[in-house]
């Protein structure tokens, strides 16, 4: 993969994944592809999520993972030495972007105000992840920067729902959406993959 925006063609809605037992990483990745979602973030929020990614990646060859939450250099390398094939941040700086780009891992950076696109851009960034959606003022703000920003896409991420997700899509801006309702912590807690890839394949059908 070179370029974040190459996710776009694998479906409308990317799951945002915390994992805290490395056990539960291949059962759900599987559960995720069955249910038509391949392009998984796994968020770099627990002790054992560089092991999930790894296990992903060696195990489930359908899968496409990325690394979320990434905040460092040393985090973009780390992601990219246990197989991510792509990295996403919470926000954005050019030490991220520099790191990422010398990892030759492919970055979906966060942005949440018109500064923040203008320095994501400045670094050859055109994909961006609108977070968190719901708190940074939602479909509103997208329109909001449609003006200024045309030659800008969108991945919103941070409160969306089943419900809501289809009046992200439907912005001429936002071709995806990140959502962590695909993933329900009970679900997998409880190992109700079968649950796990019904909601997949809802997300599969949304369209924009």
Known sequence: MNNTLDLVSYGPVIPVIVLQRVEDAVPLAEAL???GVRVLEVTMRTPVALQCIEAIAKAVPDAIVGAGTIRSAADAQ???NAGSVFGVSPGYTSEVGRACQAAGL???PGVATASEVMAAQADGLQFLKFFPAMQA???PMLKALAGPFPDVVF???GGISLQTAPDFLALPNVKV???????PADAVEAGDWGRITQLAKGATSLRG
Do not use: D, E, Q, R
């Open 78 to 80: 780390a992601a990219k």
């Open 106 to 108: 492919p970055l979906l």
């Open 177 to 183: 959406c990140g959502g962590s309702w695909l993933t």
């Open 155 to 157: 991945c919103p991420t």
């Open 33 to 35: 592809v069955a249910g």
């Open 137 to 139: 003022g939602g479909i």
